[in-house]
């Protein structure tokens, strides 16, 4: 019985500052908007021999509730995946790659699949994802007087928009912005990209029959 191996080689590039822009806004959004319905009211202030009584503000509209926001916000772009069948910054998404659960697949089929890495790794941040986190520690802070200007004063308008196309991006570096992803399912482009998934898995599964050596591209 022969043995098939499969030597798989990622398509590495490093994040563009269009992608880490997008992405920490869409992070730092979702934060706030989970904390937007809180009621709570804060206390402000020191009560002086004066007897004068500390300030109350609303929580939803204070500076407590960005910086809770904006705490290790750059911790969850490390829940992200590189999922390289995807076009441009697409290719960033929570949750295991098309690719990756083929080879995974593959694995547990007795299949030898070589990246490079134990399998126990195979779930760790890429080098991709890794690098997007430390550009997003560095751009929140050389951008933060912006993050905060938008809190107070803008949140009429998206942050993607005030912070990354009115003041990171300049006009050539705003490719990604215009990118999004419908599902892999409802749409067109969905529909194929699910039906060249089966394609991609069922041709896996032949390369083990083959009992052939073959290149991760092929999947």
């Known amino acids: 019985m022969s043995t098939s191996f ?58 407590t509730r960005l910086t809770e926001a904006i705490d290790n916000i750059c911790e969850r772009i490390l829940q ?19 690719t990756m659960t083929t080879l995974k697949n593959l694995v547990h089929k007795g299949v030898k699949v070589d990246l490079g890495m134990p399998f126990e790794l195979w779930d760790e941040p890429s080098v991709e994802v890794t690098d997007m986190k430390k550009q997003c520690e560095t751009m929140l802070e050389e951008y933060e007087e912006v993050v905060e200007d938008w809190f107070f004063h803008h949140q009429d308008e998206r942050l993607e928009n005030f912070l990354c196309e009115s003041h990171v991006l300049n006009t050539s570096e705003r490719e990604c912005m215009k990118e999004v992803w419908k599902g892999d399912m409802g749409t067109k482009g969905g529909t194929e990209e699910s039906a060249s998934d089966s394609t991609g898995e069922e041709g896996a599964n032949n390369s083990v029959k083959d009992g052939k050596t073959h290149d991760a591209g092929e999947l």
């Open 6 to 63: 499969i030597k798989a080689e990622e398509d590495e590039r490093l994040p563009n500052k269009c992608e880490v822009c997008k992405f920490l806004s869409v992070e730092l959004q979702e934060a706030l908007e989970k904390s937007s319905r809180s009621k709570e009211v804060l206390e402000v202030g020191q009560v002086l021999d004066t007897g004068k009584r500390k300030r109350k503000i609303k929580y939803n509209t204070s500076e």
């Open 80 to 98: 992200y995946s590189v999922h390289a069948e995807r076009p441009g910054s697409l290719r960033y998404a929570k949750g295991a790659s098309q």
